[in-house]
């Protein structure tokens, strides 16, 4: 159900940001599964970085290669699929507590929300080195598949 939830949420947002039609699938496709890697990990390790970081991963890794796959800049893949792991709700919080004059609790929320956006972007920066790495190897791969079917025809 979470991953269908993500699909929906993932693809929603690409279709109100206007991305290209093609892109819609592995957009939702990579929202999808970083939102059940957040969920798995999150259900090992109830803390807030290691979720967020491990679903930062997945999305850069899986935009990467579905950018290379369909010929789109990686951003259009990455925008809707992060979607549903932007702390919106926790900042929301935060600036709800700052106006109530709730200090300790503002504090707390914006503390978290700052904490997510970092493991998100650290996690970001590890899959782009990981997929710079696998790069090659996947740049081979399309080659040669593209070799084996234009000697077929």
Same mark, same amino acid.
Request: glycine share 8%; charged share 10%; proline share 5%.
């Given at each position: #159900?979470?991953?269908?939830?993500? /699909?929906?949420?993932?693809?929603?947002?690409?279709?109100?940001?206007?991305?290209?039609?093609?892109? +819609?699938?592995?957009?939702?496709?990579?929202?999808?599964?970083?939102?059940?890697?957040?969920?798995?990990? /999150?259900?090992?390790?109830?803390?807030?970085?290691?979720?967020?970081?491990?679903?930062?991963?997945?999305?850069?890794? /899986?935009?990467?290669?579905?950018?290379?796959?369909?010929?789109?800049?990686?951003?259009?893949?990455?925008?809707?699929?992060?979607?549903?792991?932007?702390?919106?709700?926790?900042?929301?919080?935060? #600036?709800?507590?700052?106006? +109530?004059?709730?200090?300790?609790?503002?504090?707390?929320? /914006?503390?978290?929300?700052?904490?997510?956006?970092?493991?998100?972007?650290?996690?970001?920066?590890?899959?782009?080195?990981?997929?710079?790495?696998?790069?090659?190897?996947?740049?081979?791969? +399309?080659?040669?598949?593209?070799?084996?079917?234009?000697?077929?025809?």
């Amino acid at each position: #159900m979470e991953f269908i939830v993500s /699909l929906a949420s993932t693809v929603g947002f690409g279709l109100i940001t206007n991305i290209p039609r093609r892109s +819609l699938l592995p957009a939702g496709i990579t929202g999808s599964v970083a939102w059940v890697a957040y969920y798995v990990v /999150l259900q090992i390790n109830h803390t807030l970085i290691l979720p967020n970081f491990c679903a930062a991963i997945v999305i850069g890794i /899986l935009g990467n290669i579905s950018a290379v796959l369909f010929k789109v800049p990686v951003n259009i893949i990455y925008v809707p699929s992060l979607v549903s792991l932007v702390p919106g709700g926790i900042l929301y919080l935060g #600036m709800r507590s700052f106006t +109530l004059g709730q200090e300790s609790q503002t504090t707390v929320y /914006l503390f978290n929300t700052l904490t997510i956006a970092i493991a998100l972007a650290v996690g970001f920066v590890v899959a782009e080195v990981i997929f710079y790495r696998i790069k090659p190897i996947l740049f081979k791969l +399309l080659s040669r598949e593209k070799d084996q079917n234009s000697s077929s025809n």
